[in-house]
């Protein structure tokens, strides 16, 4: 498969990538607004994932299953750590 054919079929999941951008890059600034020092870089991580996973669902099909496992995932792993 051609990069531009992977392309339009991640944009119809995905959404646009201007519009995901935007909306991360949103996401990942007001979080940085806040103290993030006093968490792991596990944590930091996991939580920059799961913001791209959310704008990926604000910009693009919520209902695909994959964006919330992923969320889920990441959650899971950082929750392993604490235990």
């Given amino acids: 498969m051609q ?3 992977i392309l339009k079929q991640r944009e119809q ?3 646009k990538f201007e519009d995901y951008a935007t909306l991360n890059i ?3 600034e007001g979080f940085n607004e806040f103290s993030v020092r006093r968490l792991s870089m596990s944590q930091r991580s996991a939580l920059m994932m799961i913001f791209s996973k ?3 669902i604000g910009v693009g099909n919520p209902n695909e299953a994959d964006h ?3 969320i889920a995932g990441y959650a899971t792993l950082v929750a ?3 235990e």
């Fill in 26 to 28: 949103f996401l990942l």
């Fill in 54 to 56: 959310i704008a990926r």
């Fill in 3 to 5: 990069v531009n054919e």
């Fill in 13 to 15: 999941t995905h959404g």
């Fill in 80 to 82: 392993d750590t604490l």
């Fill in 68 to 70: 919330w496992r992923d």
